[in-house]
């Protein structure tokens, strides 16, 4: 695939990884791409990189437009090794090139590459002239790194977002109107998941930030570029960070010998009485990346375990660690489990949700098989507290 004019004079110059499936523990069943770009002016600029073993391809791209030693400037938006791990041989090529990046950009990139390159240090609301064109730099820290950064160009109303606005997502495809926006929109969805979540409030500054700007087009570092269907990205971003959740439950649980899954099955019905939208969902058939994609959006989460050994079931102790790492908090709990002899679920539980810093509204422990009576007085008891 060819180097794509976005606009005339910035070139698309990114790679395709149709072939990795998994991100830090991300599902990424679509593929991804390392999107980097490059603006032609009177100063050659390099907007990102790639990851390392894609540097042929890259560089390959770069070399369709321009003689790489032509490069003066290489914008570290992220110093994530999928941004930036193309720099040691760009640099090589291009031995003159500046790179422009924050203080703790250039800290990260020194301790990741251990190089003596030059660096330009840019703090927010600085602005680089290229020549006929500049870029306006906004510092985004903790969306999702220290270093992270965004640079806008106005005279083309480009916003170069790094990771915001993100999907990963594989295609021969640049724009976001020659791909199906469902698919698209679930990837940013899955992204902001698994990868934003965390991180509401630098996002939520980051969107008061960038709503100032006459933006017309917005080129994420992975994924597709944005043109046609602005609203709708920002408006799902200002929903997510501001956790405008809807009535929906995702309900997530593991079983042994069917006693949890029954009481998972009577957790559905007391939410389906209460009018809510259920993602139901067993362990044992779902990524923990693809169930974070459901909770991004959910008011409440049920989560259930029966008591193995001394612990809960580790499908459950895996989500539930890779959880709390992603929770922003603030949403409801409801927790429940089966046991034998030994009642160790709901304390494993509780824990772990109180970690996440959801507020739990009810438990629920059953031992051994679950009777009619049991499982009536369950669903009565959570009817009456959701």
Not at 7 to 32: A, E, P, S
Not at 183 to 210: F, G, R
Not at 235 to 257: E, L, Q, R
Not at 280 to 287: D, E, M
């Amino acid at each position: 695939m060819k180097a794509v004019e976005v606009k005339k004079d910035i070139y698309w110059v990114g790679t395709i990884d149709w072939n990795v499936r998994n991100f830090h523990g991300y599902l990424t069943q679509q593929g991804t791409t390392y999107n980097a770009y490059l603006i032609i002016d009177e100063k050659i600029t390099l907007v990102d990189t790639a990851k390392a073993d894609f540097s042929d391809e890259l560089i390959s791209r770069i070399s369709e437009i321009i003689d790489p030693s032509k490069i003066d400037y290489i914008i570290a938006n992220h110093v994530e090794m999928d941004h930036s791990g193309s720099l040691d041989k760009i640099l090589e090529l291009s031995p003159n090139a500046e790179i422009i990046t924050c203080a703790k950009g250039e800290k990260g990139i020194k301790r990741h590459h251990k190089k003596d390159w030059k660096f330009k240090v840019i703090n927010s609301g600085d602005s680089l002239s290229l020549g006929k064109h500049s870029l306006q730099f906004i510092t985004t820290p903790m969306v999702h790194w220290p270093d992270n950064m965004v640079a806008y160009m106005p005279e083309e109303k480009i916003l170069f977002s790094n990771d915001s606005f993100g999907q990963h997502y594989a295609s021969t495809e640049r724009f976001d109107d020659e791909c199906e926006l469902d698919i698209v929109m679930n990837e940013a969805k899955k992204y902001y998941a698994n990868i934003v979540m965390p991180y509401d409030k630098p996002t939520q500054n980051e969107l008061a930030a960038v709503s100032k700007l006459d933006i017309e087009m917005v080129l994420p570092s992975h994924g597709i570029i944005w043109r046609k269907h602005l609203d709708i990205i920002l408006a799902a971003y200002n929903d997510w960070a501001f956790s405008k959740n809807k009535k929906k439950v995702a309900i997530v649980y593991d079983t042994m010998w069917k006693s949890t899954e029954k009481m998972a099955k009577v957790v559905y019905n007391a939410f389906e009485n209460k009018g809510f939208q259920i993602k139901f969902i067993n362990l044992q058939h779902r990524h923990i990346s693809d169930i974070l994609t459901d909770v991004l959006d959910s008011s409440h989460i049920a989560v259930g375990s029966p008591t193995l050994n001394k612990n809960i079931m580790p499908s459950v102790a895996a989500f539930l660690t890779y959880l709390s790492g992603l929770s922003a908090g603030g949403k409801k709990a409801v927790i429940f489990g089966s046991y034998g002899w030994g009642d160790k679920s709901i304390p494993q539980l509780t824990k772990y949700m109180e970690e996440a810093k959801y507020d739990i509204i009810y438990s629920s422990k059953i031992q051994f098989i679950p009777d009619e009576e049991e499982l009536t007085q369950l669903q009565q008891e959570l009817e009456a507290v959701i």
